[in-house]
Structures are given as C-alpha cells and as structure tokens.
C-alpha cells in the first residue's frame, strides 16, 4: 500500500472554483526503486488516481450594525463638530474684517486733526 497526502489550498477554490461544490482532481503515480544494488529488482509501477474534493463553503452573510450603535456614532459625530464650531466662534474665525470701516475712520480723524505747521501760521499771523 501506498499513501500520499496532499494539501489543497482553500483559497485556490475561493478564488477559482467557487461556482462548484465538488471538484475531482485526476492525476498518474508512478512507483520506481532507485538503487544501485543489481540483486534487488522491482518494475515500475504506473497508477491512474482521482481525488473528489466537495466544497464546505458558506456565504457569509454581510454583518448586520445595530440601530442604537449608528445613531449613537451619528449623535457623537454631531456633538463633535458642535465643539469644534464653538471654539471656532469663541476664537473670532467667523468675524468679518470691516477693513473698509476701519479705513473711514482714520481719514475721519486725520482730517479733523491739525497739524503743527498750520498752528504756527494762526500764531504768527496775530
């Protein structure tokens, strides 16, 4: 008797025979004594074997995320950006710069201001 083992690899028929649920695997075995004794004499000896693998494959089905689990990742997300749009506010990030305002102000004030060569003038002038 002669046994042989081999292994199938279970992602060869994931990936290549995923559409049968049994495959045979046929293949040829030749038996032969390498020896370099001259008295001990064996034929060769040739045999036709066939091996049927059946699939135990199930389709996993998709998993199944619980509704409290969703609305509790969604309401956290909600209170996160929350936070993150307070500090923004608290920082001034939503200001607007009213630089044209600002401008208006000082022209307002450097008109109204005097200069030091025109009191000179209203003194010397008396």
Known sequence: NVTIQARVWNSTFIEDYRDFDRVRV????????????????MENKTV???VDIDS????E????????????AVSAGLLLLGLIILLLWKCG?????RTRALYEAKRQKAEMKSQPSE????????
Not at 93 to 97: P, S
Not at 119 to 126: G, I, Q
């Open 26 to 41: 046929a293949s040829w075995a030749t038996l032969f004594l390498r020896t370099g004794v001259p008295t001990i004499n």
């Open 48 to 50: 036709r074997f066939s």
């Open 56 to 59: 135990d494959l199930v389709e």
């Open 61 to 72: 089905l998709p998993a199944e995320i619980e509704l409290w689990l969703v609305l509790v």
């Open 93 to 97: 990030f939503f200001k607007r710069a």
């Open 119 to 126: 009191t000179e003038r209203l003194t010397e002038d008396y």
